[in-house]
């Protein structure tokens, strides 16, 4: 978890998770796309975007490898 590879690895999965949160909310608003609430958009992004990192530390500390994966199939480098 103190390595730079690690932080990498969570920081991609945390911003995909964001980016997948934010389209999450503006397709739920399906009838009328640009009248979404933008800071609402903001916050089930953001609100992705720590879910995913505690996810990534918490299963590094699970994990007998170093990594943000909980089944250690993915080789940091």
Sequence with gaps: MFTRAFWSAALERAIKT?????VLVI????????AVSWPEV???ALGG????VL???G???ISSKDGPSL???EHLG
Excluded: C, R
């Design 18 to 22: 964001a980016a997948q949160s934010a």
């Design 27 to 34: 397709g739920a608003d399906q009838f009328d796309a640009l």
């Design 42 to 44: 903001g916050g089930f």
């Design 49 to 52: 975007f720590v879910l995913s």
């Design 55 to 57: 996810t990534s530390v």
């Design 59 to 61: 299963s590094d500390a």
């Design 71 to 73: 089944t250690n199939s």
